[in-house]
């Protein structure tokens, strides 16, 4: 398998934090899947997903625990447990824990990672706009520093890939979810090529959440996962598709 197309997140995370995000170069999965698919719900072969997970864990020398992402807002406290039971449904989740790793799946949602600036702890969120609008970084920044006794200007933030703000088109009672929370959210909003229709900008709606929630130190990857098709899985452009990761952990 080609390890060489995940990459790591460039972030002001602290020594001893570890991140990693997946792409689809790689791996055994036949299409529409093709090829390093992580997701266990989209109908691929179960044991190639296996593989690709056991790959994964055993390169990066983790245990990584996976959730079952419902685009809610419910935040779970990892423990060693959880890697041999059924994942829990939730859409984010936090890790005192080193060597366990928070595991997000993502194919043009937004994936947010969280690390105490001295390493105390880590957190993951998986930031679709309803998750996003409902508030699942605001509920990941408030447990991990619960967990950990910490200040959210304490901690450090990593957006990953996702639908960029060239392509993500939504109705107008998405941008009114988000603007009835906060009003400068209409900023990440511009006229979309139908009447009716915006074009939401997600990292910079994730942006204004982390800042609402107290974190300042934020990094974004950037790249638009509908545009870079022999990059990334996208379940808007392509439908059904494999599922990257997004990881972080203490080491």
Request: aromatic share 6%; charged share 15%; with cysteine.
């Amino acid at each position: 398998m080609n390890t060489q197309s995940w990459f790591t997140p460039t972030w002001a995370s602290p020594p001893g934090v570890r991140a990693v995000m997946t792409t689809r170069a790689g791996g055994f999965s036949q299409p529409p899947f093709d090829g390093f698919n992580l997701g266990d719900h989209v109908g691929d072969d179960a044991l190639t997903v296996a593989r690709h997970r056991q790959h994964l864990a055993q390169t990066l020398g983790v245990t990584a625990v996976y959730l079952r992402q419902v685009h809610g807002t419910h935040v779970v406290h990892l423990h060693t447990s959880m890697a041999s039971h059924p994942p829990p449904q939730a859409d984010a989740a936090v890790s005192t824990t080193p060597g366990l790793a928070c595991a997000i799946l993502v194919a043009d949602c937004l994936p947010v990672l969280l690390a105490h600036d001295r390493g105390l702890g880590v957190g993951a969120a998986h930031a679709g706009w309803r998750g996003l609008a409902g508030g699942v970084i605001e509920n990941t920044v408030a447990a991990l520093c619960q967990t950990i006794g910490c200040d959210p200007g304490s901690l450090v933030a990593w957006l990953g890939p996702c639908i960029g703000p060239k392509r993500f088109e939504v109705g107008e009672e998405v941008r009114e979810a988000f603007c009835r929370v906060h009003a400068t959210a209409a900023t990440h909003f511009r006229a979309g090529p139908q009447p009716g229709k915006w074009l939401a900008d997600l990292v910079g709606l994730a942006r204004d959440r982390l800042r609402h929630s107290g974190v300042t130190r934020v990094s974004a990857c950037g790249a638009c996962t509908v545009e870079d098709v022999s990059r990334f899985f996208s379940f808007r452009r392509d439908g059904i598709t494999g599922r990257m990761a997004a990881l972080v952990w203490i080491a």
